[in-house]
Structure formats: structure tokens, C-alpha cells
């Protein structure tokens, strides 16, 4: 079994910055696909980030202002969030893909944190 926990949300003025983390712990041979989603009170979990491989790709309203990295070592992947505004508060999830090894099998299965709230005061 694996645990992602996400950190490092909270409130900030509009033109701040946040870092989150996304720790994941457990039977991990790989970590393959993190993605950042986030979501709103009445709306859908939206993607806002994923990282494959060598691989960020950002939604457009993110872009420029985001940036995902990865501590292989930590099993950690963190999301720098610059110069945020008021649409980006949300609650902020991070979703893996992980590949683990059990009595001589490999699995991959996806797993999510419990997500974590940021909210940017204008």
C-alpha cells in the first residue's frame, strides 16, 4: 500500500508564493505519473499539472506561474506556485501512479492525497 500526503497549503496575498509537496510513503518500486489537480467548492477536480518521465506538462492557466520538480530520492514531488491570485484558491490534490513489487509481482495502481487547501486573499 502507498500514502501520498500533501503539504505546504495555506493562506496568501494575491501575488504570492506557495510550495506545495506531495510525500508518498509505502511499497514503491517507481513512482511513474504525478499529477496536481485542484478543485472547487460545486465544481470538478481540475488537472493543473502532471509529470511523466522528464515531462511537465501545465494547464494554460497555470503556465509561466507554476512549476512541478521531483526529489526521486524523497519520493516527493513538489509544485512552486508563483504569483498566485484568488482563482487559484482551491483545494489542491496531488494523484500517482506508482508501481510497487508484492510476493514476486509488480503492480501499478493510483493512489491520491487528501489534498490540501491554499487560498489567495485579494
Known amino acids: 500500500q502507498v500514502q501520498l500526503v500533501e503539504s505546504g497549503g495555506g493562506l496568501v496575498q494575491a501575488g504570492g508564493s506557495l510550495r506545495l509537496s506531495c510525500a508518498a510513503s509505502?511499497?514503491?518500486?517507481?513512482?511513474?505519473?504525478v499529477g496536481w489537480y485542484r478543485q472547487t467548492p460545486g465544481n470538478e477536480r481540475e488537472l493543473v499539472a502532471v509529470t511523466s518521465g522528464s515531462s511537465t506538462n501545465y494547464a494554460d492557466s497555470v503556465k509561466g506561474r507554476f512549476t512541478v520538480s521531483r526529489d526521486n530520492a524523497k519520493n516527493t514531488v513538489y509544485m512552486q506556485m508563483n504569483s498566485l491570485n484568488p482563482e487559484d484558491t482551491a483545494v489542491y490534490y496531488c494523484?500517482?501512479?506508482?508501481?510497487?513489487?508484492?510476493?514476486?509481482?509488480?503492480?501499478?495502481?493510483?493512489?491520491w492525497g487528501q489534498g490540501t487547501q491554499v487560498t489567495v486573499s485579494s
Open positions: 509505502g511499497s514503491i518500486f517507481r513512482i511513474n505519473r
Open positions: 494523484n500517482a501512479d506508482v508501481s510497487s513489487y508484492s510476493s514476486g509481482y509488480y503492480y501499478s495502481r493510483v493512489y
